[in-house]
């Protein structure tokens, strides 16, 4: 998912559109016909020489004729290649209302007639595999559980495999830029948007884009590449893990996931060395082994390949390397840091009881969003320091760390919070503080206070009642430095990454009302807020 006008400048567009300066034209122009009747624009690029061939399909919301490099590239290695206009978009006919909507397992399913027409055709040899990033990603994630029978392989990067957890309402929260952002800027009908408002809890029609549910069906290999600042962060790795572990027996135990030091753009702020893929990460290397060499190669593939992130200056740190792993999460001790009140973070719980702090939300005056999982806005490591300083953000800091700590893994905060109103946000960020005193973001997180227990359901609070909650930061690999401490902050806004709560009790966006609280975190014996990092053994590969 990205906007039209933004060039995807990481790594992954040298092995998506592998640098290819000189591109194809098309050999032919087909409107294929859906199942429904509905036509979608395909080009059709066939290498020189007789067919048939196997074929690589990318299918895209942004214009059938993006693919042209890939298109040379795919031709010259002895692929056909075909780039297909999704529903409602460009030269396709029928509407782009509900987007994904019309390329999953339900009534329509777009992805499915597309494998199967090309396998039809006379230079196909009746293999079958997809590519694609982000939205183009989207589109064989939302097609993988359909089954089309031709279907032999898949190399997905930076995709979601839940709209609503990730894409539309990460913790409840609605995701505003991101979704705004991207269904403005290419243009999609206004009515996208409005059902995704119609839609704060994780209902039926959130479920029907929600392939972690029916990722059994799933039964082809899948390459899946994601980034630790991607917007899709825990999309490429829950991809992976519900394929791999509960697919298929063509798919389980037949998926391999990569996670590098990327977001979904580039960020400038903190650049990190050796960030080259490893080459068994290839596209062509992954289609060759499944359709040219039925699968001889696949065990030299790592199944986990992970780029540990640190101080880009640190070069004893054994940071900033690649790493292999037979399994996702990796081993790790789950350790918790706990919140006291006079601004530390540290290993032992709390002692005392009825400590706490108080800070005072006002959603017309939210904290703003600097840097993370951004697509549009500010992406990437960047330091907080300009928000720091705000009395709506608590700060907890470690000591000075006298040898390196890696983390790696899934990271988690457990609050235990009380408000004066009957609904708000509570966000935590997980930040490397430098000796310079930069504060740069790892991680971030939210939960919508209404969807404590349950994202499927609406539960109010009563105010100033002590509730536990749970900030899902996602996963990521980072090495803090000697001489580098651990920082947690704890607020209530994030915007305009999340759309501020109004604390009235309604879903936000439905009026323009809006009332402050008084947000209260627990910091003693008996309620010991407190982060919970995947610290990992030391390893040298």
């Not at 290498?47 to 299918?59: A, N, Q, S, V, Y």
């Not at 980034?227 to 999309?235: H, K, L, R, V």
């Not at 609050?415 to 946000?425: G, K, P, V």
Request: net charge positive; aromatic share 10%; hydrophobic share 35%.
């Amino acid at each position: 998912m990205r906007k039209r006008v933004t060039i995807i400048k990481i790594s992954l567009a040298v092995i998506l559109i592998a640098a290819v300066l000189c591109c194809a034209k098309p050999t032919q122009t087909v409107m294929v016909p859906m199942r429904d009747g509905v036509k979608l624009a395909t080009d059709v690029y066939l290498p020189d020489g007789e067919g048939p061939w196997p074929t690589i399909l990318f299918r895209t919301p942004y214009g059938k004729g993006g693919a042209q490099g890939q298109a040379r590239m795919a031709n010259q290695h002895g692929y056909a290649f075909v780039s297909q206009d999704i529903r409602g978009r460009f030269g396709s006919e029928g509407v782009d209302y509900p987007v994904f909507g019309h390329d999953g397992w339900g009534e329509h399913k777009d992805g499915y007639d597309a494998v199967e027409w090309i396998a039809a055709q006379k230079w196909c040899n009746g293999k079958v595999g997809t590519v694609g990033a982000s939205a183009n990603g989207i589109t064989q994630n939302m097609m993988a559980p359909s089954r089309p029978p031709h279907l032999v392989c898949q190399y997905v990067a930076v995709a979601f495999s839940s709209m609503y957890r990730q894409a539309a309402y990460q913790g409840g929260a609605f995701r505003k830029s991101l979704l705004e952002g991207w269904l403005s800027g290419n243009k999609f009908s206004p009515e996208n948007l409005k059902e995704m408002r119609a839609h704060p809890d994780y209902d039926d029609f959130c479920k029907q884009f929600d392939p972690e549910l029916v990722a059994h069906r799933v039964n082809v290999p899948v390459m899946f590449l994601g980034g630790w600042y991607d917007i899709f962060n825990a999309g490429t790795i829950n991809s992976f893990l519900t394929i791999q572990k509960k697919g298929d027996k063509g798919a389980r135990g037949k998926c391999r996931l990569v996670m590098g030091p990327y977001g979904h753009g580039r960020s400038e702020d903190l650049v990190f060395p050796n960030t080259e893929y490893p080459k068994t990460v290839g596209m062509l290397n992954w289609f060759d082994i499944w359709m040219k060499k039925n699968g001889k190669g696949f065990d030299d593939i790592p199944i986990v390949q992970y780029f540990v992130m640190g101080d880009p200056a640190d070069k004893d740190t054994r940071a900033n390397v690649w790493k292999t792993a037979d399994d996702w999460p990796v081993p790790a001790k789950i350790k918790p840091f706990y919140f006291n009140a006079n601004g530390t973070l540290r290993p032992r719980p709390p002692k005392k009881t009825g400590s706490s702090l108080i800070f005072h939300y006002d959603p017309r005056d939210p904290v703003p969003t600097i840097g993370g999982a951004n697509l549009i806005i500010t992406k990437g490591p960047r330091d907080q320091r300009p928000v720091e300083e705000r009395p709506d953000v608590l700060l907890f800091t470690s000591r000075e760390l006298k040898k390196p700590v890696e983390i790696t893994g899934p990271v988690k905060v457990r609050l235990w919070a009380s408000s004066t109103a009957t609904d708000t946000d509570f966000t935590a960020k997980l930040c490397d503080v430098y000796p310079d005193g930069r504060s740069m973001i790892v991680l971030d997180g939210i939960i919508r206070a209404r969807h404590r227990n349950s994202m499927e359901k609406s539960e109010l609070m009563e105010p100033r009642k002590i509730y536990e909650f749970e900030i899902d930061l996602w996963a990521t690999s980072l090495v803090f430095s000697p001489g580098h401490r651990v920082r947690v902050a704890i607020s209530s806004s994030n915007s305009p990454r999340f759309e501020p709560n109004p604390n009235t009790g309604k879903p936000s966006g439905m009026d323009d009302e809006t009332k402050a609280a008084a947000n209260t975190i627990y910091l003693n014996a008996k309620y010991p807020s407190h982060i919970l990092l995947p610290v990992a053994a030391r390893r040298n590969n």
